[in-house]
């Protein structure tokens, strides 16, 4: 995969994107039942 260099507004929006993916997929996992989500995942 090639690399990719951003700067300013562009990157910031990089970022933001990529910590939204991360968050989307964690999101399930909190909670009182959440070690029960990922063994079962």
Do not use: W
């Not at 990089?14 to 009182?32: C, E, F, H, I, S």
Request: charged share 35%; no cysteine.
């Amino acid at each position: 995969m090639a690399k990719q260099i951003k700067f300013s507004e562009e990157a910031r929006r990089a970022m933001l994107r990529g910590v939204d993916a991360l968050a989307d997929a964690v999101k399930v996992t909190l909670g009182p039942k959440g070690r029960n989500v990922v063994l079962e995942k």
